[in-house]
């Protein structure tokens, strides 16, 4: 009855909605997960800077999101008719995953996919043998991915993953991921900055500063108070021990772990890439974050705990112990022996995630951001239009 009632609002408002004119110069951003972050976010703020006045923004989003970096004209509520008019009247989509809307793409919009957690380790999607065969999961995926016009890429093996994860088959723009460019920014970050972050985020100044940001495991979704393998590190009186679970988990970690101890609780932070500035050493295992991190110059510590029942489900893409930069730990002994050890534990660092950023990171150069913005209001992107609309695609 649900889903008969869903069919019949939708088939509603595709008619009214679909009366509504494309206009080329507006755009609508959205980052899902409830936040705004990531690459919409970036290249909002940049087109906003600088060519205020030569488009119309609207940011979609949740009702109770975070919105203070979003301008107040700016601010549209997803599932509103406000919101469906600008989805069907923007001709630009930029978003970073998928809108589960009710209006149907028209022809003349242009949907750029920015993507989340760019950075290739572990398989998703159709590169799992368990989904390869599963009808309802290959429909439910081309669904979703049969929408994007331009998937915008970081790297060779990074659009490898995507189409062999989603049987994406359209165009990659290979330009660099745009909420990098605040990475490579924040190196040149004042010590006067640093310390009013700290502030900012109840950090000691004298202290050295660890974040601790593993990746997204489904496994977690519906338990509670779970539980991070990193209590040893309570050792370490001269570290604060940053833990930032992922968007989709942070509420349900056992908030105990940081009553009486070194570790602070940044699950709440809107966007990670804030607390970088900060940050003396990352620790993840599978994330977006090693990626992004490695831009800082500064000291990644992989700790991949459960790392043989991942090589198993979903298994990885690339040879972990020779593609990650930094020391490679499986156990919590083994993650605070390098932590006490850290001068003679990095010593051949430099050159291996030198070799890391040059094979991955090489258009994550601080100009991404400029990069996909030339190719819109260059009209690049509406080359894929001009194609279909000339019968060549």
Sequence with gaps: MKNLIIIILSKILNVIFGFVKVKDNYIIFYSSRNRIDGNPKAIYLYMKKNYNNQYKYKYIMNKNTDNNCVSKEDICYYKTLKGYYYIACS??????????????????QLYLQTFHGHGPVKRGGLEIDAFKNKKEFQSGIMEHVKLWDV??????????HIINSTGY???IYRLGIASTDKIVESKKTSKKEILRLKEKYSIPKDKRVILYAPTYREKLLNKENIDIKIDLLRKLKDCVILVRLHPLLNSKIDKRIFENSNFINVCDVPDIVDLYPIVDILISDYSAAIYEFALTDKEILLYPYDYEEYDEFPGY?????????????HTEKELYDVLKNEKESFKNYPNRLKKFNK????????????RFVENLINKEFDKVLDNREAGKE
Aim: charged share 30%; hydrophobic share 30%; aromatic share 10%.
């Design 151 to 160: 998937y915008i890429s970081m790297c060779k093996k990074d659009e490898e």
């Design 169 to 171: 088959n359209n165009h």
């Design 359 to 370: 094979e991955f990171n090489y258009l994550n150069d601080g100009k991404a951001t400029q």
């Design 91 to 108: 001709k630009y989509w930029v978003l970073s995953d998928s809108v589960t809307t009710l209006l149907k793409k028209k022809k003349n």
């Design 317 to 329: 893409i690339i040879d972990y112990h020779k593609v990650m930069p930094g020391p490679i730990c």
